[in-house]
């Protein structure tokens, strides 16, 4: 599909690679660079050719970067892990956590008004959010970088992980935002219909203290099927960065993705969407396991 599309679109892969300057190779050169990089092939000449040297574990060779598409993805791919695997962390203890309490006071008027704000924060746009976070903390305020991994000049590799904190921020803060919502709304469901349910009224019956019924009933009852919604969610993690990239300017794999498809460059953004769809199959996957798991066990 993928290939189908870039060949029916406008994008001519040559004019991007010189920025947009059509003017910048004519006449045999340019035939001769259309047929090197294998631009008069049609598009299932291109498929066949990519799926033949995925078999080979070579991903092609970009366009645009002239250079081969694994070792990209490789370089872009090390800060789009580290930001998605954080907010994944983040989003789930703290979205995990609040849900914990909602669902054990839900009658509380606080409880209610912080449900509405997750209701909320799944209904607002993650790049808003970005772009909200960035005109407050970054042009107001002062407080953090607008975009980018470093500062103008300096390279990414010659920071510590220390001095890139700032930049990673206000991004990480986003993509949270958006993936803490469903976390916290179904979790305080779960809590509350685990609370109303047989085995636990049996277990106040009986006189098991609170931090018991807490323990060896809500813990276990909720917090897989916490993560189950996560890794489920992988997909959502991946656009969402994808767009937080593009906002924040951060040099990550989604940012790439943008690029590739707006300069044509079917090479990289087939690589780019290899891997993502693999990254997308391991967390449903292990979403199925672990729900055919939460079946099985005894529940309550």
């Given at each position: ?7 029916l679109s406008?994008?001519?892969?040559i004019?991007?690679?010189f ?15 259309i047929?090197?990089?294998?631009l008069?092939?049609t ?5 066949i ?28 791919s ?21 849900g914990?309490i909602?669902?054990?006071f839900?009658?509380k008027?606080?409880?209610k008004?912080f449900s ?19 005109t ?10 607008i975009?980018?991994i470093?500062p ?16 990673f921020?206000?991004?990480?803060i986003?993509?949270c935002?958006s993936l803490m ?20 009224q ?6 098991q ?33 994808v ?19 707006l ?7 087939l ?6 769809a693999?990254?997308?199959f ?19």
């Open positions: 599909m993928i290939t189908l599309l870039l060949t406008p994008i001519d892969p004019s991007a690679y920025d947009g300057n059509a003017l910048a190779v004519f006449g045999e050169r340019k035939t001769q660079l047929e090197q990089l294998g008069n092939q598009a299932l000449d291109r498929m050719g990519f799926v033949h040297s995925l078999f080979s574990g070579n991903l092609g060779y970009s366009y645009h970067y002239q250079e081969p598409v694994s070792d990209i993805i490789w370089q872009r090390r800060y789009s892990i580290i930001l998605m695997m954080s907010a994944s962390a983040f989003s789930l203890i703290f979205g995990y956590t609040l914990f909602l669902g054990l839900p009658n008027k606080w409880s008004i509405h704000i997750a209701l909320m924060m799944n209904a607002i746009p993650n790049f808003w959010v970005g772009l909200l976070l960035i407050i903390f970054s042009i107001k305020l002062v407080w953090f970088p975009g980018g470093a103008l000049g300096v390279a990414p590799e010659s920071l510590s992980i220390y001095e890139k904190i700032p930049y921020t206000l991004p990480l986003t993509l935002f919502a469903p976390i916290i709304l179904h979790t305080k469901e779960k809590v509350i219909a685990v609370c109303h349910s047989q085995h636990v049996y277990a106040r019956l009986h006189g203290s609170t931090f018991s019924i807490v323990r060896y009933h809500l813990l276990r009852n909720t917090m897989i099927p916490a993560l189950v919604i996560q890794l489920a969610g992988f997909s959502e993690l991946l656009s969402g960065s767009i937080i990239e593009t906002v924040f300017n951060f040099p990550g794999i989604g940012q790439t993705l943008v690029k590739a498809g300069s044509g460059d079917t090479p990289l953004l690589g780019i969407t290899f891997c993502c693999i990254f997308v391991v967390g449903n996957a292990l979403a199925s396991l672990l729900s055919k798991r939460l079946s099985l066990s005894t529940s309550f």
